[in-house]
């Protein structure tokens, strides 16, 4: 069973915002940082940031500063993912992923089935 | 242009040996980060293959294993099968904090 339950796909147009959802279950959440990663259709992985759902914090790639924001709700379990500003090449499969390990050798055990947003006109 | 650098593309016949390559720099594998690999297969999220070089989560075949040597690191698959066909991605830790992948090898079993 997949741990981590993502929400839907979204169609966006340019200069909006995506806010995704990732909840997760079968775990204490504030145990684990949760990360975050893109794929844009047919290329590769790339790492956007992290949360650590137990303080709030975050780390984001350089790319992506002053765009994104992740945040967590630790009553429902869930992380939240948001991505202002959209571009076409935002369009992406968006996964979030558990960080197991110890900094900053963390490993991404599970991971979420991945939300695909499309920013198009 | 990935951080860590890794073929496009890889083939083999069913049975026999192939390895990837991931090569990085000093700021990363050379540094001594760990280096995990993940298999993706088409249409799935990627899922973790070996983790801190050479570990194999429960559940992975010992047909895959994984090794590293100064800034590069390998992931070699013996006893080829049909279902190993994916994408296969290395992933480390660089500097900044930002966790980095290669660009992704896709592994064609012909």
């Known amino acids: 069973q997949v741990p981590l339950v993502q929400s839907g796909a979204e169609v966006k147009k340019p200069g909006a915002s995506v806010k995704v959802s990732c909840k997760a279950s079968?775990?204490?959440?504030?145990?684990?940082?949760m990360h975050w990663v893109r794929q844009a259709p047919g290329q590769g992985l790339e790492w956007m940031g992290r949360?650590?759902?137990?303080?709030?914090?975050?780390n984001y790639a350089q790319k992506f500063q002053g765009r994104v924001t992740m945040t967590g709700d630790t009553s429902i379990g869930t992380a939240y993912m948001e991505l202002s500003r959209l571009r076409s090449d935002d369009t992406a499969v968006y996964y979030c992923?558990?960080?197991?390990?110890?900094?900053?050798?963390?490993?991404?055990?599970?991971w979420g089935r991945g939300t695909l947003v499309t920013v198009s006109s | 242009q990935s951080v860590l650098t890794q073929p496009p593309s890889v083939s083999g016949a069913p049975g026999q040996r192939v390895t990837i390559s991931c090569t990085g720099s000093?700021?990363?594998?050379?540094?001594?980060?760990?280096v995990q690999w993940y298999q993706q297969l088409p249409g799935t999220a990627p899922k973790l293959l070996i983790h801190?070089?050479?570990n194999r989560p429960s559940g992975v075949p010992d047909r895959f294993s994984g090794s590293r040597s100064g800034t590069s690191a390998s992931l070699a698959i013996t006893g080829l099968q049909a279902e190993d066909e994916a994408d296969y991605y290395c992933?480390?830790?660089?500097?900044?904090?930002?966790?980095?992948f290669g660009g992704g090898t896709k592994l064609t079993v012909l």
């Open positions: 992923a558990r960080a197991a390990g110890f900094s900053p050798n963390y490993y991404f055990d599970y």
């Open positions: 079968g775990y204490t959440f504030t145990g684990y940082y």
């Open positions: 949360m650590n759902p137990n303080s709030g914090g975050t």
């Open positions: 000093s700021s990363n594998i050379g540094a001594g980060y760990d």
């Open positions: 801190g070089d050479s």
């Open positions: 992933q480390s830790y660089d500097s900044s904090p930002n966790w980095v």
